[in-house]
């Protein structure tokens, strides 16, 4: 018998609903007769699940087989029961929620063959609101060398893989992951797929956001999401050096799937709970949130991971609480400088109660100190250098520079130092940051110009 074109593979877990939708996508793809193999198992349903499907199956006999599992295991046992039985030369998921677009199955194997692609991404579109990364589909990419084109932020199964690489890597979804176990083997298939195309030109996949928000990946346990965030790190780990390969692809995991677990769902932990799963994200977090990714961080994630590398659970659960209950974060910190008695004095807000600042820290090139708290006085000797120079002040709050401002009047003022007289002058820099400027007056140059005055003063 000749092997079919291509195996669809189907999960099916309580989803009756929805397999009406699905299953006429099917029917309707364009491929020539005997091209498909429909391979859908049921993982233990408790809703009809199983007896819908071998309805269908008895419409569609010659394309559409069941396999049932007396106990549930997840869409990854599921999906590898079936890859055991795939006769296809190419394999395609699709989720039993989800339906392709008529021509999907066509054009992906066409473009497969035509190309020698071991991986395509067909364009999808989001229903009911779900979200799909706008980047990745705005033109269509023969080839793309893995993580360009945003492919980092496409690791769902719902791709057309060539089966030869599968077979030959022995690529399978991680069993014991409840959760995002889809993760781990698309990015090993992305790093040893020979060729990779990205198809923006039709919508190839429809990806559904259920009315009651089931879907798995929002209602799995906490914990659970992190385990699979874990694994799919460890697959970046095995393919990439640190550098800028490394931190594209982790870029999804840090501001992505590990911020996203503290939201409204982590305050519904209790104290013991939301203190494990920060000490567990913390440990992830620490060695793979480099400079280059926080950069890229908005306010929000910058302060999550702020607290999560320095396991602060009370100022982590403050955080999403404020932002849970007034829809955005307070006001950004800042830091303000002006002369006290004994010298130059920098304060900083607390842009949220409980969130406490870094250290002060103020740069140059001849002096650098670091300062405690929430405010501090610079003594004014500190400021003398050697020679005529500049100090920048700069308040480091949750992995952020803030510059100091000047607070009102900040006039010039002279010290005497040594036996010697400077004089330091505050002045607004580039970017509005405060800068000080230190020069030495000579003596003689002060007496020359006192006398001076007084000589104009006399010929009044």
Known sequence: MTPPLVTVITPVRDTR???????????????????????????????????????????????????YLTEPGGPARARNAALREARGRYVFFLDSDDRLGDDALRRLTSAADRLGSDVVVGRVVGVNGRWVCPELFRETLEEVRFPGGALAWSLSPAKLFRRELLTRHGLRFPEDLPVYSDTPFVLEAFFRARRISVLADYDYYYLLARDDRSNITTTARLADRLRGTTAGIAVVLRFTS??????EVNDRYIRSDLVNLFGPEFLRLDHDGRAEL????????????????????NESQRLRLHCLQHGLTEELTDLVRHESEHGGLPEPVTATASWSPDGLRVQTSRALPGLVSEPVTWLSDTVGRVASGDETIIPLRDLLPRQRSTVRLEANWAGRSVAARIAGELPPRRVWHAGRVYRLTPKPGANGELEVWAARIRLHRVVRLRVQRLREVALR
Do not use: K, M, N
């Open 278 to 297: 920060v000490a567990a994200a913390g440990a992830l977090a620490r060695p793979h949130l480099t400079d280059a990714i926080r950069a890229r961080c």
């Open 17 to 67: 609903d929805y397999l009406a939708a699905w299953f006429a996508s099917l029917r309707a793809q364009t491929l020539a007769p005997g091209e498909l193999e429909v391979l859908a198992v049921d993982d233990a349903s408790t809703d009809g699940s199983d007896a819908e499907l071998r309805r269908l199956a008895a419409s569609w006999p010659e394309v559409l087989r069941v396999q």
């Open 242 to 247: 640190p550098g800028p390969v490394r931190d």
